[in-house]
């Protein structure tokens, strides 16, 4: 089990003085005696043909964060990504110029439990994946090594 004990730090997540429209952005991300990627989700843009709909990455994967809407491929950019106030539901809307990724930095809500939530995807996603494949060389009869200083066979 993973717990996620963020009670070295009280007081409110993020601070009651900034105003409603700057908590769209990173720089307003909330505060936490546990957060990750200072409190923030990454959103990676990825542009495909003109008038295709664009890929929304989002990084790291969690399933604590909700994706909706779409974002179309054009010439140029003109987009508006919305967290709900009291969740972590974004809504994405317009177009992204084709070419290059774009990456987008949005601050999330309740940082402990967003924490805890990737970390046990990632957890979960090892488990998944464990003895399935490693990474080097596969070593087959020819492939044997010979005790140090033994000749190779002819």
Do not use: C, K
Not at 25 to 34: D, E, Q
Not at 44 to 53: S, T
Not at 91 to 111: K, T, Y
């Amino acid at each position: 089990a993973i717990v996620a004990d963020a009670t070295l730090f009280s007081g409110a997540e993020v601070n009651p003085g900034w105003d409603p429209d700057d908590l769209q952005y990173g720089y307003a991300a909330g505060t936490s005696a546990l957060s990750l990627d200072q409190g923030t989700v990454e959103f990676h843009l990825v542009p495909l043909v003109v008038g295709a709909p664009a890929r929304i990455r989002m990084l790291p994967p969690s399933d604590m964060v909700r994706i909706s809407g779409a974002v179309i491929t054009a010439y140029s950019t003109l987009l508006a990504i919305r967290r709900d106030p009291g969740r972590n539901d974004f809504a994405f809307e317009g177009r992204v110029a084709a070419g290059a990724e774009e990456s987008f930095w949005r601050p999330v809500i309740d940082l402990p439990r967003y924490a805890a939530g990737v970390a046990r995807g990632r957890r979960d996603a090892r488990r998944r994946h464990r003895g399935r494949w490693s990474a080097g060389r596969a070593r087959g009869p020819r492939a044997r090594r010979r005790p140090p200083g033994r000749p190779a066979d002819r």
